[in-house]
């Protein structure tokens, strides 16, 4: 392996020393290389920069000036206010930070600072800094005249030990010798760099820390993202091509015994986009490929069917076919449902979960190793030892993302290497769902069946919430049933919102005492929540008082009305799968919003109101709340570290990373040809630990 220069440790860079090398480190900065692609988090100039002079009261403002004074004054009702008066070449202002004295340690006179905040007034115009950042601790006004030569400031993360100004002076003195040092491990040549358009290595990371406009900041960071994005593909497409080529696949033949007679017996078509996604499965499954696929689709848009299809394939072909869902409520459900579809075709329907009886499970598992049990649904009690298949072709993981990497795979383990498709009803946006899976080929359900009608979402402000039970109660009169929604279980002191014990005790008691009404959330134990979900599917309970443990996959047609209490405190993703349980069935539905929103909530209430489409949805959720925290739902236990890629605006450049990393191994699995060796490098660089695995294996 070639060694790259910025493989050495950060402590042997000018001015890093040993105490700064190990403060960095705990910044997860530990190579010449980690520092390099330490980028700021923010970038100012001209055009964000205001000269002193020309503050506004009442506007916001960044500036850049000279601490002059400084010292903690105290008002009357004692509250400490540490204040600074900042002077740039137009003039002087008072910066005040009330309540917070603890600044008089990080501020020294003499300091360059940039700071940004709200303009107010208090005996002159004074500046509230929501945030600060010292550039420089040298007192001369350099900083202040570069504004004008249209200079950027960079700042940095920092961290308590090691100050932005500490920072910026390690990149003073390293980062040309730095610069020049990742020249070698440019990986695309120029004729490819022009095809996509994008910055060389060298010129991206120049243009990160030194930018001359902030739309270079742009470009750099492209660069930078195509690299993340790459890389993170080509891990991708080794694990593709070893799940798929390394165990060759089962070639499952198709003799129409028993998938005609389904289809024959379906009450309605399958929809165009359930006919697209089973012909790719259908492709997989026949070819001696195994098949690593995942189904989106939006609430409703019919996934279950389409997997039984699938499963039948594989019984058709002399394999078992095995369902496994995240809650023993969703596999009863879809014991249920198929059991019900496969009766007339004469394959009955096993189903183990972590309920039955120590002799029920011993039965199921001898059918399971005899054979004679051909479709199999479960829940993780699939997954536990002792659990033989006699022949397993085919393994459906539904709500995928319930679990986690290893339970996912656990069931495909086999010697037999069964094909697998998982099944994920939370829509997440197709760049999300490259990034994060793109080991997996997609299938996305297009559309929903016809004559759906959509459900009515209105808002209502919570004084009008007995105009909004008067609604419920005209469902009920119908012989409809209800559920009412509460983000929380208890009472919080804290907080003001409504919880479902609170509201379960109302309800009942006092708004509808002639009906029955249920409460189900996460503290019950699964037998308590069970029994509270069979009664409402049965019909007996009328309305089902919440929390978001029903959000998964619960299916019960007769179920018109869903009132949501503090819906701003869901996400967009979530609420869209509440919304999914009622507006079932054919009739008309309704889901009402109790809620008086504003600023950032009314804006997402008002898209969840205007658009039912899941996926359209989960685009906005992710520019809202940003992908970091979407990777946190998503994951578990895949973390792609994306610094610079913006799953919100890169999709072209994903599409592209996956393209070429797929060619890559495709042509050269192994990447021993020459030309792969600078990207194996740097593939090691990245994903040391990940290519472990694969040699292990
Ligand atoms: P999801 O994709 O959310 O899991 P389901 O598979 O539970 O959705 O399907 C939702 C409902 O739509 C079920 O009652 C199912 O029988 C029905 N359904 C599925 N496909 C069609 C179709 N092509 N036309 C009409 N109804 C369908
Ligand atoms: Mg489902």
Redesign the pocket.
Not at 298 to 305: A, P
């Given at each position: 392996m070639t060694y790259f220069k910025l493989n050495k440790p950060v402590q042997f860079l000018k001015g890093v020393g040993p105490s700064r090398s190990e403060a960095l480190g705990r910044m997860g900065i530990f190579t010449a290389r980690d520092l390099l692609y330490h980028g700021p988090r923010r970038y100012d100039d001209a055009s964000t920069i205001q000269a002193i002079e020309s503050l506004e009261v009442g506007s916001e403002a960044t500036v850049v000036g000279t601490v002059r004074s400084r010292g903690v004054i105290s008002t009357k009702s004692r509250l400490r206010i540490f204040q600074a008066v900042l002077q740039d070449q137009s003039g002087m202002i008072t910066c005040a930070w009330p309540g917070q004295p603890w600044i008089e340690r990080k501020l020294q006179d003499g300091d360059v600072v940039l700071a940004t905040g709200s303009v107010k007034f208090f005996h002159g115009r004074q500046l509230q800094p929501r945030e600060f950042v010292v550039l420089g601790r040298s007192g001369n006004h350099t900083k202040a005249k570069e504004l004008s030569t249209g200079h950027i400031f960079v700042s940095y993360p920092a961290s308590e030990e090691i100050q932005q100004w500490v920072i910026r002076g390690v990149f003073e003195k390293n980062l040309e010798s730095l610069l020049g040092s990742i020249a070698e491990e440019e990986y695309l040549d120029s004729s490819q760099l022009k095809q996509l358009t994008l910055l060389g290595i060298q010129e991206a990371l120049q243009a990160l820390h030194k930018p001359d406009s902030l739309e270079q900041v742009e470009q750099g960071r492209r660069r930078l993202a195509f690299d993340e994005l790459f890389f993170l593909q080509v891990l991708y497409a080794m694990g593709r091509h070893r799940q798929t080529t390394l165990n060759t696949g089962i070639s499952f033949q198709r003799d129409n015994k028993f998938i005609a007679s389904l289809h024959d017996a379906l009450p309605?078509?399958?929809?165009e986009g359930?006919v697209k996604v089973l012909r790719e499965i259908f492709g997989d499954m026949s070819s001696p490929r195994r098949m690593n696929r995942l189904l989106q689709?939006?609430?409703?848009?019919?996934?279950?069917?389409?997997c039984l299809f699938a499963m039948l394939l594989a019984v058709e072909g002399g394999y078992q076919a095995a369902l496994m869902a995240p809650t023993e409520l969703l596999a009863e459900q879809h014991a249920n449902?198929l059991g019900r579809l496969l009766e007339p075709l004469g394959i009955e329907i096993y189903l183990l979960t972590g309920k039955k009886s120590d002799k029920e499970r011993r039965i199921i598992l001898q059918s399971l190793k005899g054979g004679q049990a051909r479709v199999i649904v479960g829940t993780h009690a699939l997954i536990q030892k002792g659990v033989v298949f006699e022949k397993l072709g085919l393994v459906v993981v539904d709500e995928q993302h319930r679990f986690g990497v290893k339970q996912r795979m656990a069931l495909g383990d086999s010697e037999l290497a069964p094909d697998t498709l998982l099944?994920s009803?939370t829509p997440i946006p197709r760049s999300l769902a490259m990034a994060l899976y793109g080991d997996f080929d997609l299938s996305i359900?297009d559309g929903l069946?016809?004559?759906?009608k959509p459900v009515k979402t209105l808002l209502y402000p919570p004084r009008k919430r007995n105009e909004v039970y008067k609604k419920l109660e005209s469902e009920l009169m119908e012989g409809r049933q209800a559920y009412v929604v509460y983000p929380l279980i208890d009472d919080s002191d804290k907080i003001d919102l409504r919880s479902a014990k609170e509201g379960y005790e109302k309800l009942s008691k006092e708004v509808f005492p002639n009906r029955k009404v249920g409460l189900v959330h996460g503290q019950l134990s699964s037998e308590e929540r069970d029994e509270v979900m069979q009664s409402f599917i049965s019909g007996e309970t009328e309305i089902l008082v919440a929390t978001t443990v029903i959000e998964v996959?619960i299916?019960v047609?007769n179920a018109t009305i869903m009132l949501i209490e503090n819906p701003e405190r869901f996400g967009l993703s979530q609420l869209h799968q509440l919304r999914?349980r009622v507006g079932?069935g054919s009739t008309e539905s309704y889901c009402v919003l109790i809620a008086d929103p504003e600023g950032m909530a009314a804006e997402r209430i008002e898209i969840f109101m205007k658009t039912s489409d899941g996926f359209i949805l989960a685009k906005e959720d992710l520019r809202i709340r940003g992908q970091g925290d979407f990777f946190g739902q998503q994951q578990h236990g895949r973390d792609p570290v994306l610094k610079f890629a913006d799953l919100t605006k890169d999709e072209d450049l994903l599409v592209e990373a996956q393209h070429r990393a797929r060619s890559l191994i495709e042509i050269d699995p192994g990447l021993k040809s020459p030309e792969a060796q600078p990207v194996v490098e740097l593939l090691g660089c990245r994903y040391a630990d990940r290519l472990e695995l694969f040699s292990a294996g």
């Open positions: 309605f078509d399958l929809t359930q689709g939006d609430v409703g848009s019919g996934k279950t069917i389409v449902t099944m009803a359900i069946p016809v004559g759906r996959g299916d047609g999914g079932r």
